[in-house]
């Protein structure tokens, strides 16, 4: 079977006016994208500083980007809260409103209680009260919580889990996992270090940051890697690496909407307690651009 969710997604910024989300500005921003070949959007993720809205903005957030998304455009709406029944149904209002499926992190904040039996009772219950498909995602930098190897093959079985986002940029995961999992599974990266490997060893798409301010980069890079072009995919991939240094290390996410304001976008502030770019910081940004075009 194909898997449904290969290509590469941006994962949206969340535009705010003030302190208040700015919906507008997303639907200006999908409208854009939507000139690209991307797969489609994912809304509410670490990128869009979900863990900064609440559950009403987030279905606002949703709602606007599957109204806005060209046809044809997959939608994922990351949904994940620090309990079962609240993930359950912020995934089903996430469904409501039009997204394909869930992006859907581990409960974290009681962490050293969220063994393997937790995790799997977790995913297990969210894959079977969701209306839609859950994607599992894994992301130890912040949650501090590695989904393991063969919990995730253990989950790759339920027939609501259809995929995951891997961002630990740890090669040696797909390793372990990429020949236990169903074939119609979809395996997208989230590091933008490790695109062009990820893809060489299975993983169906990526899930990234960068794309934001470097669609048609990325799309370049995915498409010469499809088109067995892997010596151009890699060059290209090492041409993206300090703009993906700069807005997923240095700057972090005021850089990345420092960038999308350059590149003709509103990327516009971030919401508190993080703090906008600093104006010195400004330059180097636009001269990693330019230095893409």
Known sequence: MSKRFQGIFPALTTPFDGEDIAVHRLRENVAKFNAFDLAGYVVLGSTGECVLLSNDEAERLARATRETAAPGKLVIAGAGQESTKLTIALTNRMGAVGADAALVRPPSYYKAKMTLDVLRRHYLDVAEGAKIPIIIYNIPQNTGITIE?????????????????????????????????????????????????????????????????????????????????????????????????????????????????????????????????????????????????
């Open 149 to 293: 190897p063969e919990l995730l093959i253990e989950l790759s079985k339920h027939p609501n889990i259809v995929g995951l986002k891997e961002s630990s940029g740890n090669l040696d995961y797909f390793d372990k996992i990429i020949p236990h999992v169903p074939e119609d599974f979809s395996y997208l990266t989230g590091s933008p270090y490790i695109l062009v490997p990820a893809l060489q060893k299975g993983a169906s798409g990526a899930i990234l940051a960068v794309a934001n301010a470097a669609p048609a980069v990325c799309l370049e890079i995915f498409r010469l890697f499809r088109e067995g072009r892997i010596e151009e995919a890699a060059k290209r991939h090492a041409d993206l690496l300090p703009l993906i240094k700069a807005v997923m290390e240095t700057y972090g996410i005021p850089g990345l909407k420092y960038a999308l304001n350059v590149r003709g976008f509103f990327g516009g502030p971030v919401r508190r307690p993080l703090l906008p770019l600093a104006d010195e910081a400004k330059p180097e940004i636009e001269a990693l651009l330019a230095a893409l075009s």
